[in-house]
């Protein structure tokens, strides 16, 4: 992993880990298999912290561009998908 996850220094130090969280499960999403589950949860406390859309595509582009895994494209699966689990 060469590569730094996005954030904002105007949040909290609970905030940063949990959208770096959510980037890592993202990323894992691409390795491995992880629960869809945990993927919309994840998610949703996401948006909790960046309840702009604008905001989200900045930051979902900006660790696309760095890591080449696609956040929206793995959010896109887990809430179309019926599995426990989803793979990228």
Known sequence: MNYEY???EMWSTKEIIDV???FSL???AY???VR???I???YRRFKQIVPSKSEEKKLFSAF???SGYSSYHTVKRARDSSNDYIKM
């Open 36 to 38: 869809r589950e945990e």
């Open 64 to 66: 696309e561009a760095s």
């Open 40 to 42: 919309l949860m994840l």
């Open 31 to 33: 390795e491995n298999k």
């Open 6 to 8: 996005p954030i904002d």
């Open 20 to 22: 770096v969280n959510f």
């Open 26 to 28: 993202v990323e894992k």
